[in-house]
């Protein structure tokens, strides 16, 4: 039995929008290079899965709330909005990369933590050896 209480999809819609939007305002300030790259847009979606899943404790929830925010909130087109929100709960359970970058959209909803993102960011760096795009002393030294 999941100890995650119970929040209606409407709600937990907005608050995830809100993290979100709070996520991104917050790595805008420090490193705003890295908003625009693609990896920084897979990494938003398998923090959001983490978000979903902790908000619902419901992967079938989970999976629904994060297709209509990839494409109501972070503009995707509809088909394949419900692509990538397939993959990445598929992914979620095997995937150590997606395993990572989800818990830190779970302590994100679970620690009001607006840093969230940026380690994703620093993670992505990391272990993808993509810091072509942005400075990873520059991260590094706000996120560790």
């Known amino acids: 039995m999941s100890s995650t209480p119970t929040i209606n999809d409407a709600k937990a819609y907005r608050q995830a929008c809100v993290i979100a939007d709070r ?34 404790g419901d992967d079938q929830r989970s999976f629904k709330l994060l297709a209509r925010y990839l494409r109501e909130h972070a503009k995707v087109d509809s088909e394949l909005s419900e692509c990538q929100a397939g993959l990445i709960a598929a992914a979620s359970k095997w995937n150590d990369m997606v395993k990572e970058v989800s818990n830190r959209g779970r302590q994100a909803y679970r620690e009001n933590d607006d840093d969230q993102l940026g380690r994703v960011v620093l993670f992505l760096l990391e272990h993808m050896g993509l810091d072509e795009d942005m400075s990873r002393q520059q991260v590094t030294e706000i996120y560790q």
């Open 23 to 56: 996520q991104i305002q917050k790595l805008s300030e420090v490193c705003p290079e890295a908003l625009g790259t693609e990896f920084l847009q897979s990494g938003r979606t398998m923090f959001m899965w983490g978000v979903f899943a902790e908000m619902t």
